[in-house]
């Protein structure tokens, strides 16, 4: 049985063209750079990435950090293109798309997360410095992003701080429900994963931040629509997330989305201070 288990992963693994290609590529070359392999192939940095990340289990490097095959991927290499007995065609059948994904795919553009852990420093420092402009928003115009907040006191310094420390806690607890169930990850690469949740919450301060420079005063329909906003962004947060996830910790569709939306608990810890 876990034979079998085993194949018809990798049969969904190899369905793709491009990580037939890169295996193909990889083992005539022997060995090879990321920009070879992005020349040879025409892919940007994050999707070539992103398919890389999937075959990990068959490639190694070399001292000078070049991609070549291991015993796995040379076997892979040989069935695919050598073995007379494994047909293609069995493998082409499975879908073109990676099917791991394909709900987030809905609801969430993969192709942000292609390009952010592409550049994976360049990305990290970018979501830090959003995590701490959006913050600061949250504190200057008397949002709260989290129940929590409700707490404290002291204004858009002490908000904006217990905003930022909030995004860790979700970071931390994510890494912690993932080692619980044993799980492999970069931490670096979940990191940036979970802040990319911070965008969405760009729409709610744009009008929020309007309201909070013209200083008018929001009729209660107004807070109402800001509301439902709100809960929109979270929620559009929490399936970013759960995307990120999925990529970087290989786990299913569903268990990625209850992880994100445990994280919604946190935001109701307050109660159980306040009851």
């Excluded at 073109?96 to 993969?110: A, C, G, H, Y």
């Excluded at 995307?243 to 994100?260: P, V």
Aim: with cysteine; proline share 1%; charged share 20%.
């Amino acid at each position: 049985m876990e034979d079998n288990d085993d194949t018809f992963k990798e049969l969904k693994i190899f369905s793709n063209t491009i990580r037939r290609e890169l295996v193909r590529v990889i083992g005539e070359s022997g060995s090879i750079s990321f920009s070879m392999l992005k020349d040879e192939l025409t892919l940007t940095d994050g999707r070539l990435f992103f398919h890389l990340k999937k075959i990990e289990n068959y490639l190694e490097r070399d001292e000078q950090k070049y991609y070549r095959l291991n015993e796995e991927g040379k076997r892979i290499n040989f069935q695919l293109f050598h073995d007379k007995e494994v047909l293609i065609s069995d493998i082409v059948a499975g879908s073109e798309e990676d099917k791991s994904i394909s709900f987030l795919n809905l609801i969430t553009p993969s192709g942000m997360f292609y390009y952010f852990l592409g550049t994976k420093t360049r990305s990290f420092i970018e979501l830090h410095i959003l995590l701490l402009v959006i913050c600061w928003l949250f504190g200057v115009t008397n949002s709260r992003f989290s129940s929590i907040e409700s707490i404290f006191g002291g204004g858009a310094i002490v908000n904006s701080l217990i905003s930022i420390a909030h995004w860790y806690v979700y970071l931390g607890l994510i890494a912690l429900i993932l080692w619980i169930l044993k799980t492999k990850f970069n931490y670096f690469e979940l990191s940036i994963s979970v802040f990319i949740g911070l965008i969405p919450y760009i729409l709610y301060l744009i009008p929020v931040g309007i309201i909070f420079l013209v200083g008018v005063t929001v009729p209660q329909w107004g807070s109402i629509l800001l509301t439902i906003l709100f809960i929109i962004c979270k929620i559009w947060s929490t399936l970013l997330i759960a995307q990120g996830i999925t990529i970087t910790a290989k786990r299913k569709n569903y268990e990625s989305i209850l992880i994100a939306a445990s994280l919604i608990l946190i935001d109701y810890i307050y109660l159980l201070f306040t009851v």
